[in-house]
């Protein structure tokens, strides 16, 4: 199994520029959440999903877009790229329903100039 | 709301010197208290689970205990490899899992 897997591992854009951070994992797990990290404030929660089709707010969403087409995959879009999304992205995965942790990839270095 | 805090913020200790790091929280309902590990430049990795106060979990040099209203991961005689940044988490009745900021350890050779 490989896991929670995200690419790409390190991102340069220009501001306003959009791309796409891609997260897929090989476990089953119904429920998925992108974070991002920041020196001294922890992980916070951009958006999450409990299943196929269904994705809502975490703590920080402006910004950011998701969709949930698969159980398998959850990309996490930035629609205009701002120097304050300058951060490290971690995708994650759990099952649903039960009291079990996340399971997180290795994350994506993003810096935004 | 939820809330976890962690203290200390950072901690050294020399190899072989014990210690604990706290992790504080507030919730509506525990359905989990989860510790991570966190390399530089990796994601965090899972360490344990607690679900009930007097619960207790160990793993090599790691043995992390839970009461009502807080958590401890006790670290006894630390090697420079136990260095990272402990996370606590966690998980309520909502299904809401929720981070505390951190505790960065590093031990000293």
């Known amino acids: 199994n490989a896991g929670v897997t995200q690419t790409p591992k390190f991102q340069v854009l220009k501001t306003g520029q959009s791309m796409t951070l891609q997260c897929a994992q090989d476990m089953n797990h119904e429920y998925m959440s992108w974070y991002r990290q920041d020196p001294g404030m922890g992980l916070r929660l951009i958006h999450y999903?409990?299943?196929?089709?269904?994705?809502d707010q975490g703590e920080v969403p402006n910004g950011y877009n998701v969709s949930r087409s698969t159980t398998e995959d959850f990309p996490l879009r930035l629609l205009s790229a701002a120097p304050s999304q300058t951060s490290v992205y971690f995708c994650?995965?759990?099952?649903?329903?039960?009291?079990?942790?996340?399971?997180f990839g290795s994350g994506t270095r993003l810096t935004v100039v | 709301e939820d809330q976890v805090t962690q203290s200390p913020e950072a901690l050294r200790l020399q190899e072989g010197e014990s210690s604990s790091l706290n992790c504080s929280y507030t919730?509506?309902?525990?359905?989990?208290l989860f510790w991570y590990r966190q390399d530089p430049g990796k994601g965090p990795e899972f360490l344990f689970t607690?679900?009930?106060a007097g619960e207790e979990k160990e793993k090599e040099r790691l043995k992390a205990t839970l009461t009502k209203k807080e958590s401890f991961l006790h670290i006894t005689a630390p090697k420079p490899e136990d260095s990272a940044t402990y996370l606590c988490a966690v998980l309520d009745y909502g299904q809401n899992f929720v981070f505390g900021p951190g505790t960065r350890l590093s031990v000293l050779p």
């Open positions: 919730v509506s309902g525990l359905r989990g």
């Open positions: 607690l679900y009930s």
């Open positions: 994650a995965s759990r099952i649903g329903g039960r009291n079990y942790g996340y399971t």
């Open positions: 999903s409990v299943g196929a089709g269904i994705t």
